[in-house]
């Protein structure tokens, strides 16, 4: 395989850079919890029920905590109180959130948003090897499915949006939140007022600000926003060759010459295409061709749109892990951040396959594919349909994480990552904006 460059990192956003802060919010959760033993949900003490009946699962989920190295940074939070010390504290916390809406965090004059509070939780027990062998297993996924979808439906619930407002100190239409959601807009300051971060959201997005709530119904209904008319115009919608870009999103990787199977746990995590595409009998068309990542910030648009016209031949959603982080990347701070490519084989994740209407490009795929908290994925198409380029396919709930495109190994693709080289500094290209031209 060969790659124009890999480079795993922190990305997205979804968890602050600062380690300090999140580890102040973790140390008050847990004198929060610990202060006050409260009944679980239902469906975390159907978890506690699972970890205690299954002898395996019991077995992870002590050795995932006890693994967890007696050092510092990873013994104590800067309050020199011990993180997360064993699977009963973890329950309690996960308890704590399922009717909370993460909030934009602000403490003096550092901010960031705690966007994956499970992530966060289970910090750096992910990478000890009982956890890479726990969040591996069915019976856990299933059991934290339930747990997230129990958890989406109170954000997409009226209750949800006590966040949105204009407190400093949690607010996502506070100054600072609406400064940080406005510098990930690639054309901010081209036409927009800087100094206004409210006006730059109101121009970008729909939205009524003399409504409660800007017309939000609920904290997924903010975070699934959609673009005003004409913020997002679709790149050449009449030339074929032009392929647009499915996701608001930076671009990670290009590589070329993909092959069917590879070990995509180890350090460079190359992509395995029958595991990315889940064994489909449609994979043998993209052996030797090329796969686009690009992953999504938390702060960004998170719906999909089509690169191409075409017919929709599948779509379908494949549930995996919702934590599972590359061990060879050691410990992720941020959870499976760091393991952007490994999560492609693993994640859930939905799978779109379209006949583009070129003959030069062919069977493509589009891979949305969900991270920890931000799994969901809802395709709104349908197997037969045609779609122009440009046309809405889908949906992540509560975010999205990143997302592949495949191409066959008989495409010639020029690509256009506006000015970058994937990696640790990209940024964000615009959703349906040109990223790659087809040469015949």
């Avoid at 973890?90 to 965090?105: G, Q």
């Avoid at 068309?285 to 910030?297: D, E, K, M, P, W």
């Avoid at 410990?331 to 393991?339: A, L, R, T, V």
């Avoid at 084989?345 to 795929?365: H, K, Q, S, W, Y």
């Amino acid at each position: 395989m060969s790659t124009e460059k890999t480079a795993p990192f922190r990305v997205g956003h979804w968890l602050p850079s600062d380690q300090t802060i999140l580890e102040k919010w973790m140390d008050a959760l847990i004198n929060e919890v610990e202060a006050q033993i409260k009944p679980l949900h239902p469906v975390i003490a159907e978890f506690k029920e699972l970890i205690e009946r299954d002898p395996e699962i019991y077995m992870f989920f002590h050795q995932m905590f006890t693994q967890v190295p007696k050092r510092p940074p990873y013994n104590k939070n800067p309050n020199g109180k011990p993180q997360v010390k064993n699977y009963e504290q973890m329950l309690r916390m996960m308890n704590a959130i399922m009717t909370r809406t993460p909030e934009w965090s602000k403490q003096g004059n550092k901010s960031g948003l705690i966007g994956f509070p499970i992530n966060a939780i289970l910090d750096w027990s992910m990478g000890t090897t009982g956890g890479y062998a726990a969040f591996l297993n069915p019976k856990v996924n299933a059991q934290l499915k339930k747990i997230l979808n129990e958890w989406s439906r109170f954000l997409g619930s009226r209750d949800s949006c006590y966040v949105l407002d204009t407190n400093p100190a949690r607010g996502w239409f506070s100054e600072a939140a609406l400064t940080a959601l406005a510098e990930m807009d690639p054309y901010y300051g081209e036409g927009n007022d800087p100094k206004d971060p409210a006006a730059n959201f109101k121009y970008n997005f729909a939205c009524d600000p003399d409504q409660p709530h800007w017309g939000f119904k609920s904290w997924d209904d903010f975070f699934t926003r959609e673009f005003n008319e004409g913020r997002r115009p679709v790149a050449a919608p009449e030339d074929n060759d032009i392929i647009a870009n499915a996701c608001e999103s930076a671009p990670y990787r290009v590589a070329h010459n993909v092959q069917r199977r590879e070990n995509f746990w180890i350090k460079a995590q190359p992509y395995s295409l029958e595991h990315m595409l889940a064994n489909d009998d449609l994979t043998d068309h993209f052996i030797g061709g090329t796969v686009y990542q690009a992953f999504l910030s938390a702060k960004s648009y998170h719906r999909w749109h089509s690169p191409v016209s075409g017919k929709v031949v599948k779509a379908y959603v494949v549930d995996g892990s919702y934590y599972s982080e590359a061990l060879s990347e050691g410990y992720d701070p941020s959870g499976p951040n760091e393991s952007q490519g490994y999560i492609t084989e693993v994640a859930t994740r939905a799978i779109i396959f379209i006949e583009a209407d070129n003959p030069a490009i062919g069977l493509m795929c589009v891979m949305p594919v969900g991270m920890a908290e931000v799994s969901s994925c809802q395709i709104a198409v349908y197997e037969g349909q045609h779609v122009e380029k440009g046309d809405p396919l889908g949906t992540f709930h509560f975010g999205g994480s990143t997302h592949c495109l495949f191409f066959g190994p008989q495409v010639k693709l020029a690509f256009d990552l506006h000015g970058q080289t994937p990696g640790l500094d990209s940024t964000n290209i615009p959703v349906k904006s040109k990223i790659a031209t087809v040469h015949t």
